[in-house]
């Protein structure tokens, strides 16, 4: 059946469903013409809004109705039910309001609601630097605008791409089935309607704290009121011999992407070197295109480091039915022209390779201008560095994590934009403390994995449901408290996992 066909699902809620249908707490799917519309009564009020996740359409209806939000399954997005506002990453865009009427028994959807604008906020002096366009500086600088921040806004970015969907490049567009439209954050009109200066293929070379300054890659200066640091991370090198050859390649920026799509075009066999989540992703990717892939890593199973044996041996085996080859327990000692060399001395065959050992945060910047750093850049719960008025967020940031209670610092897109929010938050003088579960999502072929919490360590592992078939939720515990939780095809579970652990660190 042709697309335009589809009808929307569930009832039409223009003409009415009876009220005890939707019971206090809980949500349906319907429908108002060709809208797919959510109905969700809670804490006594009813709410219409769209079906669907601004981020990548998730089923709102299969997700979780906390406090005055809904939250999405696939990657944990908040909704206010109010006013449709996606609060927290990684939808960015709002969702479509409707009224809804309660009469005769019966409930009833009607027109849409149009939202209020923002009042300005702020003076339209003020200054706010944002080095990075990544996650956490393209979040931020969305937050500013969209809250209504009347001042200039700076975002300098050393790449040559504005701000992209990064997830995507190990997965989807990597495979060559998502459209270019899919990757940019916001096409390029949006910065200049939203009055953000994108600067891009700048390089920040340092940061004066007293004078609130930044000097460019061309010596120039840019003063600032604010600044918020998001300088991400970037991919660890190998010195190995041969590495440095043009088809040896990391993977972190669309350019990064592109430039192994194009020899993919032309690669029969590739190896990727490292079992991390970008290595099997990309490992993935290249399978979808058909070329023969070898997966070379010290670990006795893969990401067992991050998810336990019982995952590990799943992802192992996963990859395995999709045609790939690990060579686990062993490294690529060098590039012998296009021949991976083994510790043992055998080849593979590599017209293609990728390297996935793992990122290092840039922290340089700071370093230099004396701002607080251990293994990360130090921030308070706002994002704030050791000096007053400039913030950190991301990769680069290592925060005092409530649901842990240790300072940590993470890779994952959805903490990085969070924190970017609530650095933005805070940059406008609205006190917001970040104390988000850490969340973050992994996708091999098509299974997805949730993970919410954070265990560097644990001394138990509690598994519910079958690994194997793909159908479960995994617990990591210290004691009797769940640190993190990881699941396949639970996603009510892993949502209800983070509210738990945010609910339990909102006590302290
Ligand atoms: C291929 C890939 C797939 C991923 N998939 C997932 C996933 O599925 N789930 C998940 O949770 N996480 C995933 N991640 C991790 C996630 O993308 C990162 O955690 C996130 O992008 C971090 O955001 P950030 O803003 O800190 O840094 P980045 O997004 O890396 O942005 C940093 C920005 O700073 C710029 N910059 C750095 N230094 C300077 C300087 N001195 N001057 C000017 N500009 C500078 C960079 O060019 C870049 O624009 C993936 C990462 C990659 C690379
Ligand atoms: S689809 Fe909803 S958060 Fe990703």
């Known amino acids: 059946m042709a697309s335009g066909d589809k009808r929307p699902a569930g009832p039409d809620l223009s003409k009415g469903v009876p009220a005890t249908g939707i019971p206090e707490g809980s949500m349906m799917a319907g429908h108002i013409g060709d809208d797919e519309v959510l109905l969700a009564r809670q804490s006594g009020r009813l709410f219409a809004l769209s079906a669907h996740c601004t981020h990548y359409h998730g089923p709102l209806v299969d997700g979780l109705l906390v406090g005055a939000t809904v939250r999405c399954p696939w990657h944990h997005a908040h909704f206010s039910l ?5 609060i927290a990453a ?11 009427e309660e009469r005769d028994g019966k409930v009833f959807v009607k027109g849409k609601r149009t939202q209020a604008q923002p009042k300005t906020t702020g003076s339209a002096n003020e200054h706010i630097a944002i080095v990075g366009g990544g996650a956490a500086g393209f979040a931020a600088a969305e937050m500013l605008r969209r809250r209504g921040f009347a001042g200039r806004i700076s975002m300098i970015s050393n790449d040559s791409a504005g701000p992209v969907d990064r997830p995507n490049l190990s997965k989807d567009y990597l495979a060559g089935s998502a459209p270019e439209d899919w990757v940019p954050l916001r096409g390029d009109d949006w910065y200049a309607e939203n009055k953000i200066d994108l600067k891009l293929k700048t390089e920040v070379t340092s940061l004066d704290t007293r004078s609130k300054e930044l000097t460019l890659g061309d010596g120039s ?33 669309l350019a990064d992407c592109r430039a192994i799509i194009e020899q993919a075009k032309t690669a029969k066999h590739a190896v990727v070197i490292g079992a991390s989540f970008i290595g099997l992703e990309t490992a993935a990717a290249l399978r979808a295109r058909d070329i023969d892939v070898h997966v070379v890593a010290p670990e006795k199973r893969p990401l067992e480091r991050v998810f ?17 080859r690990f060579h686990l327990e062993d490294t690529v000692t060098a590039f012998d022209g296009k021949r991976a060399v083994l510790k043992n001395g055998d080849p593979l065959n590599a017209d ?61 897109w959805v903490v990085a934009e969070r924190q970017g929010q609530v650095a933005a938050l ?21 299974v997805p994995i949730n993970y919410v919490g954070h265990a560097e360590k644990w001394d138990s592992i509690e598994v519910e449901g079958d690994v194997m078939k793909r159908d479960c939720v995994v617990r990591y515990k210290r004691g009797s408290r769940v640190l993190a939780v990881a699941s396949i095809y639970r996603d009510k579970e892993s949502l209800e996992a983070g509210v738990a652990m945010e609910r339990e660190a909102a006590k302290t």
């Open 90 to 100: 990684p939808a960015l865009s709002p969702l479509t309001c409707w009224h809804v």
């Open 221 to 253: 200066k840019m003063k600032f009121d604010k600044l918020l640091l998001a300088t991400g991370a970037e991919p660890v090198k190998l010195d190995i011999p041969g590495a440095d050859q043009p088809h040896v390649h990391t993977l972190r920026s």
């Open 352 to 412: 293609l390779a990728v390297i996935g050992v793992g990122v290092r945060p840039r922290i340089d910047l700071a370093e230099r201008a004396g701002l607080a750093v251990d293994k990360g850049v130090s921030v308070n719960e706002h994002m704030e560095t050791s000096v007053s008025g400039i913030y950190a967020a991301g990769d680069i940031a290592r925060w005092p994590d409530p649901i842990s209670g240790e300072k940590i610092r993470v890779e994952h």
């Open 82 to 86: 109010e006013t449709g506002e996606a």
């Open 308 to 324: 336990g044996p019982q995952l590990g041996e799943f992802i192992r085996a996963l990859h395995e039915e999709h045609g790939v």
């Open 426 to 446: 805070n940059m406008m003088g609205l006190r917001t403390p970040f104390r988000f579960a850490p969340f973050f999502w992994s996708q091999h072929y098509d």
